[in-house]
């Protein structure tokens, strides 16, 4: 049982490549979502996905996309990065109404 | 909307001192309040949760109690040791809300 699985765990971009972001979880949770933490600020929503095939858009969802694949995967896109996007992401899962599991983290620095 | 305030770091504590970090919180609802712990290098994990008022969490000698009518849910342990070291965030899920509301972190330095 791992749990919450994101690769890669760290990743370098040029400004306006692309990479997506992997999410997995084996749980059988029906919610995941995408947080980003920047210093000082804690964590803030980007997207989430109540079920599978339904997404919705969290507090800061510019620049984003995101897939449900299937129940256990939840994966984050960067269309054009930009050094606005320096972070740590998390994935996170839950059954709805109960706590929230985290992955390790993807460190992504944009230059 | 809902925010959740908590003490600005990085504390810095001996070994066996004791522990407070402060969180206040702002709802629309009847939210569920968290403590989460983040050790260098990984994700977050749920320390402890409380559910309504004057409900006490506790996990790992750590306690937090909800008090409503301060909208507080400070993080107390009466011993801190090394290993405690870490970033320590409060928040809450609001009813109605999907997902959490997450304070700003607080750094815990415990020095031996």
């Known amino acids: 049982n791992a749990g919450v699985t994101q690769t890669p765990k760290f990743q370098v971009l040029k400004t306006g490549q692309s990479m997506t972001l992997q999410c997995a979880q084996d749980?059988?949770?029906?919610?995941m979502y995408w947080y980003r933490q920047d210093p000082g600020m804690g964590l803030r929503l980007i997207y989430y996905s109540a079920s599978e095939g339904t997404t919705d858009k969290g507090e800061v969802p510019n620049g984003y996309n995101v897939s449900r694949l299937n129940k256990r995967e939840f994966s984050l896109r960067l269309e054009s990065a930009a050094p606005s996007q320096t972070s740590v992401y998390f994935c996170?899962?839950?059954?709805?109404?109960?706590?929230?599991?985290f992955g390790p983290g993807t460190r992504l620095t944009v230059l | 909307g809902d925010s959740v305030t908590q003490m600005e770091g990085p504390v810095t504590l001996s070994e066996e001192a004791f522990l407070t970090i402060n969180c206040t919180y702002t709802?629309?609802?009847?939210?569920?309040l968290f403590w989460y712990v983040q050790y260098p290098g990984e994700g977050l994990q749920l320390l402890l949760k409380a559910t309504k008022a004057d409900d006490k969490g506790s996990n790992k000698g750590f306690e937090a109690t909800y008090r409503k009518e301060t909208t507080s849910f400070h993080l107390e342990k009466g011993s801190v040791q090394v290993s405690d070291s870490a970033v320590y965030f409060c928040?809450?899920?609001?009813?109605?809300?999907?997902?959490?509301?997450f304070g700003s972190g607080t750094r815990l330095q415990v020095q031996p």
């Open positions: 709802a629309t609802g009847y939210p569920s």
């Open positions: 749980m059988n949770h029906n919610s």
């Open positions: 996170a899962s839950s059954e709805e109404g109960y706590e929230q599991f």
């Open positions: 928040a809450l899920k609001d009813t109605g809300r999907r997902a959490l509301t």
